[in-house]
């Protein structure tokens, strides 16, 4: 019988992410994160927000933000516990800068550019934590909503569609006034835009269209028609989009529309889709790695045991980079799939397939999210490559001891006690022992004189 995947949130895991998300409100990081969006980069954004060299040159300055926050003198927090929150404080850190970076997009796109600074702000100032430590946009959608003094303007909407919350759709189009609902009926008319997509859904559930897929195929192009097929049911066809798109309320939305028989084999389509978007536009996908990371480990929890033995399978087949999936499964909260899922997929790995993994894990462990300059992300993931060694088969483990002598040993941040603790027990000991030597030497000189 197979062992179900055990990805419980701890309550010590839980508290860390509610002190995280204390420390990211500080009223001096919040100044620093809109002076970031605003005054500094709002004109990058602006122009050159899709171009592979200017995220690189912003993450680094992003980077100075986290590190003002890890370096601060945090008295409150227990020796031991220091280098996890301030773990968590880095990886929130990073889903700030994806999710703001997003925020931006679409605001530039769809709304005003005279209230751009007024709506990121609001944005800053109302950020909204799921328990897993991730970004909660649907509740910040809620509350932007019920605010009376926020304009239900197209963003709103559009925003409505994209998170699939039909009733705030409805009522938002409703408000709208008869000239602008032609205007945005003529723009999701003539676009063959993927991100109209599920606009163009939303749009026709409302207008009640009889032949929903008929007119996404007609009139939204380029990822429906690559992607689908005419034989596909509405919601295999939106959640096939939704995957490609890297939206994941759209995603758990499409997928329980699903009946049961057409799951069968989508969650490995689904992760499939995310695989090679990542091999077919590496630059385009570091913009939304983190978000992918969400759905494809949603999949992943769908899955039987032989499907996710077949979809690791397939990665050795299909790809130049079969190390794609674990790179997924790297992106924080998602670690602890990552040893989960390699326990079970050991049998799958020859010996060559073993060293091709351990040079890909290295690399990977030493240069992840290198750009943000962050240094405990670094010290985690080698704990994780400490684990991996551990969980490996015996035939496989002098591969890995082999190339890492360390790994005969954990490293201090894996004992419970942490480093700093272990140290200072350590220097503890060490009078001792010479205590007892001084008393050995001091029993045989009298015995000499004797």
Known sequence: MEVPYEFHLRLERLAMVQISASLWKLPSILQQMKTFFTK??????????????????????????????????????????????????????????????????????????????????????????????????????????????????????????????????KNLWAQRSPESKQKTISKISGTIDDDFCLVAYWQSIIDKVPDI??????????????????????????????????NEHAVRYFWNMMSCEERTKKAITGCEIILERRCTYPYCYATYCKKCSDIFCFLLL?????????????????????????????????????????????????????????????????????NYKLPQTSVYHKE?????????????????????????TPPPEVTRKGPEIVRKLRLLKKPRLEFRSRCRHKKLRIERQE
Not at 52 to 80: A, R
Not at 123 to 143: A, L, P, R, V, Y
Not at 312 to 333: G, H, M, Q, R, S
Not at 353 to 362: A, G, L, P, Y
């Open 40 to 169: 500094d980069h709002a004109g990058e954004f602006q122009l050159l927000l899709i171009q592979y060299v200017t995220e690189l040159h912003q993450k680094e300055n992003w980077g100075v933000i986290i590190s003002h926050i890890t370096s601060m003198k945090h008295s409150f927090l227990p020796v031991f516990l220091k280098p996890s929150v301030m773990y968590l404080v880095e990886q929130m850190g990073m889903r700030i800068f994806e999710w703001l970076r997003s925020v931006t997009a679409k605001l530039l796109k769809y709304s005003k550019i005279e209230d751009y600074a007024q709506n990121i702000e609001y944005f800053i100032d109302n950020i909204e934590w799921t328990s897993m430590g991730t970004i909660d946009s649907i509740q910040i959608f809620k509350n932007r909503y019920d605010n009376p003094n926020i304009d239900k303007d197209y963003f709103m909407w559009f925003e409505a569609c994209n998170y699939c919350l039909e009733d705030y759709a």
């Open 213 to 246: 897929k008929q007119q996404l195929f007609m009139k939204n192009g380029r990822a429906v028609n690559r992607l689908c097929s005419s034989r596909d049911s509405i919601a295999v066809v939106m959640f096939k989009l939704s995957v490609y798109l890297g």
């Open 302 to 370: 769908q899955m039987t045991h032989e499907e996710r033995l077949q979809l690791i399978a397939n990665e050795f087949d299909k790809t130049y980079d079969p190390f794609n999936t674990w790179i997924l499964l790297l992106n924080w909260p998602w670690e602890d799939l990552f040893v989960q899922t390699l326990e079970r997929a050991w049998g799958c790995f020859s010996i060559f397939d073993c060293k091709f993994f351990i040079n890909k894990f290295e690399t990977t462990v030493y240069t992840v999210d290198e």
């Open 384 to 408: 994780i490559l400490y684990k991996v060694c551990m969980s490996s088969p015996r035939n496989l483990r002098p591969h890995f001891t082999s190339r890492y002598k360390q790994l005969t």
